[in-house]
């Protein structure tokens, strides 16, 4: 089943914040954490 475009950019709108929340992040260590959980959360997209 595919996504409607308001889904779609609905998506992205969270992607782009969990994106710009890593990037605000000043800790390398947190930074790296939430870099691997917005990686995961997009692998585990592609495999649905």
């Known amino acids: 089943m ?3 475009d308001k889904q779609f ?3 992205v709108r969270f ?3 969990a994106l710009k929340s890593m990037d605000q992040e000043s800790d390398p260590d947190k930074k ?3 870099m691997a959980e ?3 959360n997009l692998q585990k997209t592609l495999e649905d």
Request: proline content about 0%.
């Open 9 to 11: 950019q609905s998506w």
């Open 38 to 40: 917005i990686m995961e």
């Open 15 to 17: 992607l782009l914040g």
């Open 32 to 34: 790296a954490a939430k």
């Open 2 to 4: 595919g996504m409607t």
